[in-house]
């Protein structure tokens, strides 16, 4: 009796147990989603810094954390509106913003490094030829169904290497420059040394141009916007983690 008294307590105990698991089991979905947020995921290898640590004078309008983009919507992966580089690529910046604000100007980033989850927002986009609700700010004179073949969207991005960003200048008060275009104008205008853009425009794009690359940049001549640091921390890797400042592994602050 003793031993079949001992059974059936044992029993009892492991009943409620069950039942107390079945009851809580909830929780632990619910750390995971809490973690998607921006505390889980991929993580930045510890190059990686926050350009705002480097040098919070450049001012920042990460676009596609915001709707104002070419996709008309949030991009995926852009959890903070935050510009993240390698740290030579965001200490090369901060050099060329001393320059700068020397002559009266500020650089002025509106994507740095891009998940390649972005990417693939951008693709299945592109892909959707119905989408054309932001066609009459950014790609007015292309067909979408060219904007592969023209080389407007690719499925891999440079940017997503951590060492490319795109950039433009303002005045120091932060009072636009004329560019010729808007940033992300699909178009041939956009070409960093268009003969048709001239006077002013062409001065800017070439302040820009020469600043950056007596830096270690190079210009995409597709895109006056669009520079990459050489050489590259990361050259073949194509990274995934959020646009985070919890995805850094680093605390680095300053030049």
């Not at 676009?63 to 580089?85: E, M, S």
């Not at 390698?86 to 650089?107: E, F």
């Not at 008060?173 to 003969?195: E, K």
Request: proline share 6%; hydrophobic share 35%; glycine share 8%.
């Amino acid at each position: 009796m003793p031993r079949l008294t001992t059974v059936l307590r044992t029993l009892a105990v492991s009943v409620a147990t069950l039942i107390a698991v079945t009851a809580g089991g909830a929780a632990a979905p619910a750390q995971a989603s809490s973690g998607h947020g921006g505390g889980g995921g991929p993580k930045a290898p510890g190059d990686f810094v926050a350009l705002r640590d480097i040098d919070p004078t450049i001012q920042q309008e990460i676009r596609y954390f915001t709707a104002h983009n070419f996709v008309g919507v949030p991009i995926d992966g852009y959890r903070q509106p935050i510009c993240l580089l390698t740290r030579t690529a965001a200490k090369a910046l901060h050099a060329a913003q001393v320059r700068l604000l020397r002559r009266g100007y500020s650089l002025r980033v509106y994507d740095c490094y891009r998940p390649q989850r972005a990417v693939d927002h951008f693709v299945a986009w592109a892909k959707d030829l119905d989408d054309q609700r932001m066609k009459d700010e950014f790609y007015p004179h292309v067909d979408k169904s060219r904007l592969f073949e023209d080389g407007y969207i690719a499925e891999k991005s440079g940017h997503s290497r951590g060492s490319t960003l795109d950039v433009t200048i303002v005045r120091r008060s932060g009072a636009s420059v004329d560019m010729g275009t808007p940033f992300d104008y699909f178009d041939t205008l956009s070409h960093t040394l268009d003969p048709r853009i001239q006077g002013v425009q062409r001065e800017n794009r070439l302040l820009l141009k020469n600043t950056l690359e007596g830096l270690g940049f190079v210009n995409l001549a597709e895109e006056w916007w669009h520079y990459t640091y050489k050489p590259e921390r990361f050259p073949d890797t194509y990274f995934d983690f959020p646009v985070s400042r919890r995805s850094l592994t680093s605390s680095h602050v300053g030049p």
